[in-house]
């Protein structure tokens, strides 16, 4: 659905005002689509991960471990880079941790125990068996 004539004034007068107010954030944001950078350095993680198997192969076969090693080296960088930019490429959600998103523990909201450190389950059965 395209803006009105007066939308788009308005949006503009906002543009400007943002560009005037802070050059650095206005720049970052006109850059583009974030996910698509992460998606580029995700598909050079993995292309890394190709050439440097490709490499530490080659130093196997002509029995070079300086060579096997720098192959390892830019596998193992193009593994972390990938692993690095997955989320901000996938536009993948984590699931929130033991404290939950508001902060309580999972064993106070009756939340899955698996996801608790074995330490505070056995604590918790612990308490139970004294409270009877």
């Given at each position: 659905?395209?803006?009105s004539e007066h939308e788009q004034r308005l949006l503009e007068q906002i543009?400007?005002?943002?560009v005037d107010d802070d050059p650095k954030f206005a720049s970052?944001?006109?850059?583009?689509d974030r996910r698509q950078k992460a998606r580029r350095k995700l598909q050079l993680g993995g292309l890394l991960v190709l050439v440097g198997?490709?490499?530490?192969?080659?130093?196997?076969?002509a029995e070079s471990v300086?060579?096997?090693?720098?192959?390892?080296?830019?596998?193992?960088?193009?593994a972390a880079l990938g692993v690095l930019h997955?989320?901000?490429a996938t536009g993948a959600v984590?699931?929130?941790?033991p404290a939950g998103p508001r902060g309580?523990?999972?064993?106070?909201?009756?939340?899955?125990?698996?996801?608790?450190?074995?330490?505070?389950?056995?604590?918790?059965?612990?308490?139970?068996?004294?409270?009877q």
């Amino acid at each position: 659905m395209p803006l009105s004539e007066h939308e788009q004034r308005l949006l503009e007068q906002i543009e400007r005002a943002l560009v005037d107010d802070d050059p650095k954030f206005a720049s970052s944001v006109r850059t583009g689509d974030r996910r698509q950078k992460a998606r580029r350095k995700l598909q050079l993680g993995g292309l890394l991960v190709l050439v440097g198997l490709a490499v530490l192969v080659a130093g196997a076969v002509a029995e070079s471990v300086p060579l096997g090693v720098l192959g390892f080296l830019v596998a193992f960088g193009g593994a972390a880079l990938g692993v690095l930019h997955y989320r901000g490429a996938t536009g993948a959600v984590e699931a929130p941790g033991p404290a939950g998103p508001r902060g309580s523990t999972a064993a106070g909201r009756g939340g899955r125990r698996g996801r608790q450190p074995m330490k505070n389950r056995l604590e918790e059965r612990f308490r139970r068996r004294y409270d009877q």
